[in-house]
């Protein structure tokens, strides 16, 4: 009886969510309301307000959610209302879970080697991923998890070049909250042409370290 349809705006620290409803029945709906909950850092800004849709008629509800760290978010929603003129309970939608992605908040950074060790013994948050791909290039490999991850490669060029069958790069993001993120990959490329290896990924908070490895267990696979 009810098509939904979220358009998320994504913008720094706030996400904006237009939800649009159809009424696709010749009822009159009656304290029709978009009610969301979170799971993440994300935090609500406004009540949900009641509304009355006609038969056949459209609204836009608009939602603003205040993003407050580095970590994958989601939101849940159901529009609930009830049917003018009827004593039936209310009716809930439940709509699809909306995943807030890491990588919009996540920008490739750089700093010096002292800056990076001292960091990588510092922090307490450690997340190690392993290699599962169909990859069977090294640096191709390298490069996918950087563009997966956001991140940018503090090992130089030089150091990677040549084909010995093994290479270590060490890799560095900071996120919209001047959040340090920090990856070591250490791979190589076996007699049968498969890449075997880890990526260990440092944070200071929990949230990045789960959500980027996270981000490369489902994005590493490559063609």
């Known amino acids: 009886p009810i098509y939904a349809e979220a358009y998320v705006n994504v913008h720094q ?16 709906l009656q304290n029709l309301s978009l009610e969301l909950s979170t799971l993440g850092d994300l935090k ?13 008629a459209k609204r836009n509800i608009k939602a603003n959610i205040k993003v407050s760290s580095t970590e994958t978010g989601i ?3 159901s529009i609930v209302y009830d049917i003018a003129g009827t004593s039936a ?3 809930i939608v439940q709509l699809n879970e909306i995943h807030i992605d890491i990588i919009d908040y996540i920008s490739p950074a750089t700093t010096d080697d002292t800056s990076f060790r001292r960091m990588w013994a510092e922090f307490e948050w450690e997340n190690k ?7 069977t290039s090294l640096q191709e490999y390298l490069d996918n998890i950087m563009k997966v991850t956001n991140m940018a490669c503090l090992t130089p060029i ?3 070049e040549g084909e010995c069958g093994f290479l270590s790069a060490n890799l560095y993001a900071k996120s919209a909250f001047d959040e340090d993120a920090l990856a070591n990959v250490s791979i190589e490329l076996t007699s049968t042409g498969k890449i075997v290896g880890f990526i260990r990924i440092r944070s200071k908070t929990q949230g990045i370290a789960i959500s980027l490895g996270e981000k490369i267990t489902q994005k590493q696979k490559g063609g």
């Open 158 to 160: 030089s150091s990677l």
């Open 13 to 28: 620290y706030d996400i904006l969510l237009d939800v649009t409803v159809i009424n696709q029945t010749a009822d009159t």
């Open 75 to 77: 939101i849940f929603g």
């Open 44 to 56: 609500l800004l406004e009540r949900p307000q009641n509304y009355t849709l006609g038969a056949y």
């Open 129 to 135: 991923v392993s290699v599962n791909t169909n990859i």
């Open 89 to 91: 309970t209310e009716k």
